[in-house]
Protein backbone atom coordinates (compact mmCIF):
# COMPACT_ATOMS: atom_id res chain seq x y z
CA UNK A 1 0.00 0.00 0.00
CA UNK A 2 0.76 3.60 -1.01
CA UNK A 3 1.46 5.69 2.26
CA UNK A 4 1.42 9.75 1.38
CA UNK A 5 1.89 12.57 3.91
CA UNK A 6 1.89 16.11 3.61
CA UNK A 7 5.63 17.60 4.65
CA UNK A 8 6.77 21.23 5.19
CA UNK A 9 9.26 21.67 3.90
CA UNK A 10 11.90 25.52 4.25
CA UNK A 11 12.33 24.40 -0.27
CA UNK A 12 8.94 25.61 -2.31
CA UNK A 13 11.55 25.17 -5.50
CA UNK A 14 10.85 21.12 -5.30
CA UNK A 15 8.30 20.57 -7.67
CA UNK A 16 8.34 16.78 -8.53
CA UNK A 17 9.38 13.22 -7.35
CA UNK A 18 10.14 10.51 -9.14
CA UNK A 19 10.11 7.05 -7.27
CA UNK A 20 10.92 3.71 -9.13
CA UNK A 21 10.13 4.06 -12.81
CA UNK A 22 7.18 6.55 -12.17
CA UNK A 23 7.12 9.91 -11.64
CA UNK A 24 4.86 11.83 -9.35
CA UNK A 25 3.77 14.98 -9.49
CA UNK A 26 2.65 17.20 -6.73
CA UNK A 27 1.59 20.69 -6.46
CA UNK A 28 3.34 23.09 -4.50
CA UNK A 29 1.25 25.69 -2.16
CA UNK A 30 2.65 27.97 0.56
CA UNK A 31 5.96 26.15 0.97
CA UNK A 32 3.92 22.54 1.21
CA UNK A 33 5.17 19.34 -0.75
CA UNK A 34 3.35 15.88 -0.76
CA UNK A 35 6.10 13.78 -0.55
CA UNK A 36 4.83 9.48 -1.11
CA UNK A 37 7.33 7.93 1.41
CA UNK A 38 6.89 4.42 -0.42
CA UNK A 39 10.78 3.46 -2.08
CA UNK A 40 13.26 5.65 -2.51
CA UNK A 41 12.50 9.60 -3.37
CA UNK A 42 14.51 11.05 -6.87
CA UNK A 43 14.03 15.09 -6.49
CA UNK A 44 13.87 15.79 -9.97
CA UNK A 45 12.00 19.49 -9.25
CA UNK A 46 11.62 20.81 -12.90
CA UNK A 47 11.48 17.75 -15.32
CA UNK A 48 9.40 14.47 -15.65
CA UNK A 49 11.56 11.95 -16.88
CA UNK A 50 13.40 8.94 -15.75
CA UNK A 51 17.36 8.62 -15.97
CA UNK A 52 17.00 6.84 -19.04
CA UNK A 53 14.94 8.32 -20.78
CA UNK A 54 16.98 9.86 -24.35
CA UNK A 55 14.40 12.67 -24.27
CA UNK A 56 13.52 14.47 -21.35
CA UNK A 57 9.31 15.85 -21.20
CA UNK A 58 9.65 19.49 -20.13
CA UNK A 59 7.08 21.66 -18.48
CA UNK A 60 6.12 25.21 -19.92
CA UNK A 61 7.27 28.20 -17.59
CA UNK A 62 5.17 31.57 -17.24
CA UNK A 63 6.81 33.26 -19.38
CA UNK A 64 6.22 30.70 -22.29
CA UNK A 65 9.80 28.48 -21.94
CA UNK A 66 10.62 25.40 -21.40
CA UNK A 67 12.11 23.91 -18.08
CA UNK A 68 14.34 21.14 -19.70
CA UNK A 69 17.38 18.98 -18.62
CA UNK A 70 20.22 21.25 -17.77
CA UNK A 71 21.43 24.60 -18.42
CA UNK A 72 19.51 26.75 -21.58
CA UNK A 73 22.38 28.12 -22.99
CA UNK A 74 23.30 30.99 -25.30
CA UNK A 75 25.41 31.96 -28.24
CA UNK A 76 28.58 32.89 -27.70
CA UNK A 77 28.81 36.62 -27.89
CA UNK A 78 30.16 38.38 -30.47
CA UNK A 79 32.88 39.65 -28.33
CA UNK A 80 34.14 37.17 -26.88
CA UNK A 81 35.69 36.96 -23.41
CA UNK A 82 39.45 37.66 -23.33
CA UNK A 83 39.42 36.44 -19.05
CA UNK A 84 38.38 34.61 -16.39
CA UNK A 85 36.39 37.40 -14.78
CA UNK A 86 34.38 38.23 -17.61
CA UNK A 87 33.44 34.69 -18.34
CA UNK A 88 31.97 34.66 -15.00
CA UNK A 89 29.67 37.26 -16.03
CA UNK A 90 28.96 35.69 -19.25
CA UNK A 91 28.18 31.90 -18.48
CA UNK A 92 26.03 33.40 -15.61
CA UNK A 93 23.14 33.60 -18.45
CA UNK A 94 23.65 29.63 -19.52
CA UNK A 95 21.95 28.17 -16.64
CA UNK A 96 22.35 28.81 -12.59
CA UNK A 97 26.51 28.29 -12.97
CA UNK A 98 27.60 30.04 -9.39
CA UNK A 99 29.65 33.06 -9.87
CA UNK A 100 29.82 33.16 -6.08
CA UNK A 101 30.92 29.50 -5.53
CA UNK A 102 33.92 30.58 -7.22
CA UNK A 103 34.60 33.76 -5.32
CA UNK A 104 38.02 34.00 -4.17
CA UNK A 105 38.55 32.38 -1.04
CA UNK A 106 41.31 31.65 1.04
CA UNK A 107 43.75 28.49 -0.48
CA UNK A 108 45.40 25.96 1.86
CA UNK A 109 47.36 22.75 1.62
CA UNK A 110 49.26 20.98 4.12
CA UNK A 111 52.16 18.11 4.23
CA UNK A 112 52.66 16.58 7.95
CA UNK A 113 55.39 19.25 8.81
CA UNK A 114 53.92 22.69 6.74
CA UNK A 115 50.55 24.08 5.69
CA UNK A 116 51.04 26.77 2.85
CA UNK A 117 48.17 29.29 1.95
CA UNK A 118 47.47 31.40 -1.05
CA UNK A 119 45.85 34.58 -0.03
CA UNK A 120 45.02 37.48 -2.41
CA UNK A 121 47.61 35.99 -4.96
CA UNK A 122 50.78 35.39 -2.18
CA UNK A 123 51.85 32.35 -0.84
CA UNK A 124 52.71 31.65 2.79
CA UNK A 125 53.63 28.98 5.17
CA UNK A 126 53.52 28.11 8.57
CA UNK A 127 55.73 24.99 10.73
CA UNK A 128 53.77 25.36 14.19
CA UNK A 129 50.25 24.81 12.91
CA UNK A 130 49.47 27.99 11.73
CA UNK A 131 50.38 29.98 15.36
CA UNK A 132 53.10 32.63 13.14
CA UNK A 133 53.35 32.70 9.30
CA UNK A 134 56.03 33.43 6.91
CA UNK A 135 55.28 35.32 3.53
CA UNK A 136 56.94 33.59 0.50
CA UNK A 137 56.67 34.55 -2.83
CA UNK A 138 53.72 35.93 -5.36
CA UNK A 139 52.20 32.80 -7.48
CA UNK A 140 49.19 34.91 -8.57
CA UNK A 141 49.26 37.69 -11.19
CA UNK A 142 46.86 40.69 -11.08
CA UNK A 143 43.59 39.34 -12.05
CA UNK A 144 44.19 35.61 -11.52
CA UNK A 145 43.88 33.50 -8.18
CA UNK A 146 44.73 30.10 -7.11
CA UNK A 147 42.02 27.60 -6.49
CA UNK A 148 44.30 24.68 -4.90
CA UNK A 149 47.38 24.31 -2.91
CA UNK A 150 49.57 21.55 -2.01
CA UNK A 151 53.28 20.06 -0.99
CA UNK A 152 54.22 16.42 -2.31
CA UNK A 153 56.18 13.81 -0.80
CA UNK A 154 59.28 15.22 -2.41
CA UNK A 155 58.94 18.95 -1.34
CA UNK A 156 57.57 20.41 -4.13
CA UNK A 157 55.25 23.19 -3.72
CA UNK A 158 52.39 23.03 -6.29
CA UNK A 159 49.40 25.82 -7.07
CA UNK A 160 46.77 25.56 -9.84
CA UNK A 161 45.19 28.82 -10.79
CA UNK A 162 42.08 29.58 -11.89
CA UNK A 163 43.37 30.78 -15.31
CA UNK A 164 44.53 26.96 -15.87
CA UNK A 165 48.35 28.20 -14.85
CA UNK A 166 50.15 25.51 -12.98
CA UNK A 167 52.95 26.35 -11.30
CA UNK A 168 55.14 24.76 -8.70
CA UNK A 169 58.12 26.06 -6.26
CA UNK A 170 61.10 24.48 -5.39
CA UNK A 171 62.79 26.44 -3.00
CA UNK A 172 60.03 26.64 -0.49
CA UNK A 173 57.24 28.98 -2.26
CA UNK A 174 60.50 31.83 -2.83
CA UNK A 175 60.38 31.76 -6.65
CA UNK A 176 57.52 29.83 -8.65
CA UNK A 177 57.85 28.18 -12.24
CA UNK A 178 54.77 27.63 -14.92
CA UNK A 179 54.85 24.08 -15.57
CA UNK A 180 51.39 23.77 -17.20
CA UNK A 181 49.17 26.14 -18.74
CA UNK A 182 46.03 24.23 -19.29
CA UNK A 183 44.40 26.80 -21.43
CA UNK A 184 46.90 26.30 -24.14
CA UNK A 185 46.99 22.48 -24.40
CA UNK A 186 45.76 21.49 -27.72
CA UNK A 187 43.65 18.80 -25.72
CA UNK A 188 41.61 21.78 -25.07
CA UNK A 189 42.05 23.33 -28.83
CA UNK A 190 38.51 25.18 -29.47
CA UNK A 191 38.07 26.33 -25.78
CA UNK A 192 38.58 30.08 -24.94
CA UNK A 193 38.51 32.23 -21.90
CA UNK A 194 39.58 28.85 -20.41
CA UNK A 195 38.66 28.33 -16.56
CA UNK A 196 39.44 25.42 -14.07
CA UNK A 197 36.25 24.51 -12.37
CA UNK A 198 37.93 21.69 -10.46
CA UNK A 199 40.72 20.00 -9.40
CA UNK A 200 42.60 17.28 -7.23
CA UNK A 201 45.96 18.09 -6.82
CA UNK A 202 47.04 14.01 -5.52
CA UNK A 203 45.13 12.86 -8.21
CA UNK A 204 46.78 14.65 -11.04
CA UNK A 205 43.21 16.01 -12.30
CA UNK A 206 41.33 19.12 -13.56
CA UNK A 207 38.06 20.11 -15.31
CA UNK A 208 38.30 23.15 -17.40
CA UNK A 209 35.21 24.94 -18.96
CA UNK A 210 35.21 27.19 -21.92
CA UNK A 211 33.33 28.79 -24.89
CA UNK A 212 33.44 26.09 -28.20
CA UNK A 213 31.23 27.94 -30.61
CA UNK A 214 28.52 28.19 -30.13
CA UNK A 215 27.76 26.93 -26.71
CA UNK A 216 29.95 26.53 -23.63
CA UNK A 217 32.02 23.02 -23.59
CA UNK A 218 34.17 21.54 -20.24
CA UNK A 219 37.10 19.26 -20.08
CA UNK A 220 38.69 16.47 -17.92
CA UNK A 221 42.39 16.31 -18.02
CA UNK A 222 44.42 13.63 -16.30
CA UNK A 223 48.12 14.33 -15.39
CA UNK A 224 50.95 12.05 -14.97
CA UNK A 225 54.77 12.23 -15.38
CA UNK A 226 54.84 12.92 -19.08
CA UNK A 227 52.13 15.54 -18.87
CA UNK A 228 48.61 16.40 -19.35
CA UNK A 229 45.92 14.09 -20.92
CA UNK A 230 42.61 14.76 -22.21
CA UNK A 231 39.87 12.47 -20.30
CA UNK A 232 37.03 13.70 -21.72
CA UNK A 233 35.18 16.55 -23.07
CA UNK A 234 31.96 17.69 -21.74
CA UNK A 235 29.00 19.54 -23.39
CA UNK A 236 28.01 22.45 -20.95
CA UNK A 237 30.17 24.64 -18.50
CA UNK A 238 30.81 22.57 -15.57
CA UNK A 239 30.31 24.30 -11.98
CA UNK A 240 32.22 21.58 -10.05
CA UNK A 241 33.67 18.18 -10.41
CA UNK A 242 35.04 15.23 -8.47
CA UNK A 243 37.38 12.21 -9.53
CA UNK A 244 38.57 8.97 -7.62
CA UNK A 245 39.77 5.91 -8.73
CA UNK A 246 36.23 4.37 -9.44
CA UNK A 247 33.96 7.33 -10.65
CA UNK A 248 34.26 10.69 -12.09
CA UNK A 249 31.25 13.62 -11.72
CA UNK A 250 30.34 16.47 -12.97
CA UNK A 251 28.09 19.37 -11.94
CA UNK A 252 26.78 21.18 -15.23
CA UNK A 253 24.31 23.55 -14.82
CA UNK A 254 22.01 21.59 -12.39
CA UNK A 255 22.57 18.19 -14.60
CA UNK A 256 25.04 15.82 -12.61
CA UNK A 257 27.28 13.88 -15.32
CA UNK A 258 28.53 10.44 -14.06
CA UNK A 259 31.68 8.22 -15.23
CA UNK A 260 34.14 6.20 -14.93
CA UNK A 261 37.49 7.51 -13.57
CA UNK A 262 38.69 9.14 -16.57
CA UNK A 263 35.39 10.06 -17.56
CA UNK A 264 34.99 8.27 -21.63
CA UNK A 265 31.79 6.59 -21.01
CA UNK A 266 30.37 9.19 -18.77
CA UNK A 267 26.50 10.42 -19.24
CA UNK A 268 24.07 12.78 -17.95
CA UNK A 269 22.50 11.39 -14.60
CA UNK A 270 19.53 13.33 -12.75
CA UNK A 271 18.60 17.11 -12.99
CA UNK A 272 18.23 18.51 -10.10
CA UNK A 273 16.39 22.26 -10.31
CA UNK A 274 15.23 24.14 -7.83
CA UNK A 275 18.71 25.44 -5.92
CA UNK A 276 21.69 26.49 -7.43
CA UNK A 277 24.48 23.50 -7.04
CA UNK A 278 27.93 24.34 -6.29
CA UNK A 279 29.76 21.33 -5.62
CA UNK A 280 29.69 17.76 -5.32
CA UNK A 281 31.55 14.85 -3.35
CA UNK A 282 31.59 10.67 -3.64
CA UNK A 283 32.91 9.43 -0.14
CA UNK A 284 31.83 6.34 -1.11
CA UNK A 285 31.66 4.46 -4.59
CA UNK A 286 27.42 4.95 -3.08
CA UNK A 287 27.00 7.44 -1.36
CA UNK A 288 27.19 11.06 -2.70
CA UNK A 289 26.48 14.61 -1.88
CA UNK A 290 26.07 18.04 -3.49
CA UNK A 291 26.55 20.93 -1.96
CA UNK A 292 23.97 23.47 -2.63
CA UNK A 293 22.01 27.29 -2.10
CA UNK A 294 19.66 27.58 0.39
CA UNK A 295 21.17 25.14 2.95
CA UNK A 296 20.58 22.30 1.29
CA UNK A 297 22.72 19.35 1.10
CA UNK A 298 21.79 16.75 -1.38
CA UNK A 299 22.83 13.13 -0.68
CA UNK A 300 23.10 9.70 -3.30
CA UNK A 301 22.98 6.39 -1.36
CA UNK A 302 23.41 4.45 -5.27
CA UNK A 303 26.06 5.56 -6.55
CA UNK A 304 24.58 8.85 -7.93
CA UNK A 305 20.98 7.34 -9.43
CA UNK A 306 18.94 8.68 -6.92
CA UNK A 307 19.31 11.93 -4.49
CA UNK A 308 17.46 12.63 -1.60
CA UNK A 309 17.75 17.04 -0.29
CA UNK A 310 18.93 17.08 3.58
CA UNK A 311 18.23 20.69 5.01
CA UNK A 312 21.90 21.55 6.73
CA UNK A 313 20.68 25.18 7.69
CA UNK A 314 18.33 27.99 6.05
CA UNK A 315 19.49 31.07 5.62
CA UNK A 316 23.24 29.90 4.07
CA UNK A 317 24.45 29.32 0.90
CA UNK A 318 26.98 25.97 0.76
CA UNK A 319 30.00 26.54 -1.15
CA UNK A 320 32.05 23.68 -0.66
CA UNK A 321 31.78 20.12 0.44
CA UNK A 322 34.27 16.96 0.91
CA UNK A 323 35.48 13.64 3.23
CA UNK A 324 36.88 13.96 6.23
CA UNK A 325 38.59 11.14 8.61
CA UNK A 326 36.44 9.03 10.58
CA UNK A 327 33.43 8.39 8.85
CA UNK A 328 32.88 12.49 8.83
CA UNK A 329 31.90 14.47 5.94
CA UNK A 330 31.94 18.71 5.88
CA UNK A 331 30.24 21.37 4.13
CA UNK A 332 31.34 25.14 3.76
CA UNK A 333 28.74 27.76 3.58
CA UNK A 334 27.87 31.59 4.25
CA UNK A 335 25.14 33.62 5.19
CA UNK A 336 26.04 37.20 4.78
CA UNK A 337 29.36 37.71 6.56
CA UNK A 338 29.65 34.82 8.30
CA UNK A 339 31.03 31.23 7.14
CA UNK A 340 29.74 28.06 8.60
CA UNK A 341 31.43 24.54 8.80
CA UNK A 342 29.10 21.57 8.83
CA UNK A 343 29.79 17.74 10.07
CA UNK A 344 28.07 15.10 8.80
CA UNK A 345 28.97 11.76 10.30
CA UNK A 346 28.15 7.99 8.41
CA UNK A 347 25.84 9.77 6.30
CA UNK A 348 23.17 10.94 8.67
CA UNK A 349 20.53 12.57 7.95
CA UNK A 350 21.54 15.57 10.75
CA UNK A 351 24.37 18.00 10.22
CA UNK A 352 26.06 19.73 12.70
CA UNK A 353 27.40 23.72 12.77
CA UNK A 354 30.72 22.99 14.55
CA UNK A 355 32.62 26.72 13.54
CA UNK A 356 31.55 30.08 12.32
CA UNK A 357 33.80 32.55 11.58
CA UNK A 358 34.24 35.63 9.09
CA UNK A 359 33.13 34.29 5.66
CA UNK A 360 34.83 32.97 3.27
CA UNK A 361 36.15 30.13 4.62
CA UNK A 362 39.05 27.40 3.42
CA UNK A 363 38.09 24.04 2.92
CA UNK A 364 39.57 22.28 6.22
CA UNK A 365 42.88 20.04 5.79
CA UNK A 366 44.60 17.96 8.32
CA UNK A 367 47.63 19.07 9.55
CA UNK A 368 50.00 16.20 10.63
CA UNK A 369 48.20 13.24 12.48
CA UNK A 370 46.70 15.51 14.95
CA UNK A 371 44.97 19.02 14.09
CA UNK A 372 42.29 19.64 11.43
CA UNK A 373 42.88 23.67 10.10
CA UNK A 374 40.68 26.06 8.31
CA UNK A 375 41.06 29.72 6.96
CA UNK A 376 38.67 32.41 7.63
CA UNK A 377 37.91 35.38 5.38
CA UNK A 378 39.46 37.67 7.60
CA UNK A 379 43.13 35.79 7.80
CA UNK A 380 41.85 34.17 10.97
CA UNK A 381 43.41 30.40 11.78
CA UNK A 382 41.26 28.12 13.55
CA UNK A 383 42.68 24.79 14.69
CA UNK A 384 40.78 21.71 16.07
CA UNK A 385 41.56 18.08 16.84
CA UNK A 386 38.43 16.81 14.80
CA UNK A 387 36.25 18.19 12.57
CA UNK A 388 33.44 18.52 15.28
CA UNK A 389 35.49 21.03 17.21
CA UNK A 390 36.02 22.23 19.71
CA UNK A 391 37.59 24.75 17.33
CA UNK A 392 39.84 27.88 18.79
CA UNK A 393 41.48 30.35 16.99
CA UNK A 394 45.27 29.67 16.62
CA UNK A 395 46.75 32.71 14.68
CA UNK A 396 46.24 35.13 11.83
CA UNK A 397 47.58 35.84 7.87
CA UNK A 398 46.98 39.66 8.48
CA UNK A 399 50.07 41.77 7.31
CA UNK A 400 50.86 42.66 11.07
CA UNK A 401 51.74 39.13 12.14
CA UNK A 402 53.54 37.84 9.28
CA UNK A 403 56.92 36.70 10.26
CA UNK A 404 60.26 38.10 7.97
CA UNK A 405 60.82 35.25 5.08
CA UNK A 406 62.83 32.55 6.27
Same mark, same amino acid.
Given at each position: ?????????????????????????????????????????????????????????????????????????????????????????????????????????????????????????????????????????????????????????????????? %? !?? #?? *? +? /? &?? =?? $? @?????????????????????????????????????????????????????????????????????????????????????????????????????????????????????? %? !?? #?? *? +? /? &?? =?? $? @???RPVLAGQDLDAIGPGDGGF?????????????????????????????PAPLSRPVRYGSSDVVVLD??????????????????????????????
Amino acid at each position: MKVSILHRTGHPGLRSLERGDQTVWRRVLCGFVLFTVTGCVHWTPALAYRDSDQKPKTKKSDSGGKKGGGPKASAAPQNAPVNGRSYDDIIAQSGPARRRAWAPRPIIGASDRLLVAVVRGSAFSSADGGATWHGRGPVASQGDEAVAVGITAGGVWTCVLR %S !GR #VA *E +S /R &DG =GQ $T @WMTTAELASLSEVSGLRAVEVAGVGLTGSWAVVRGWSEPLPSSALLVGDASGWRLGTRIAGAAVAAWRSDWIFAAIVGSTVILGSSNGEDHARGATLSGASLNDIVFVSPMQAWIAAD %S !GL #VI *E +S /R &DG =GR $T @WLPRPVLAGQDLDAIGPGDGGFTWVVGRSGTRGNLSVNRQGRPEWTIALQAPAPLSRPVRYGSSDVVVLDGAGGVWAARSLTGPWSRRGSLDQGSLKPAS
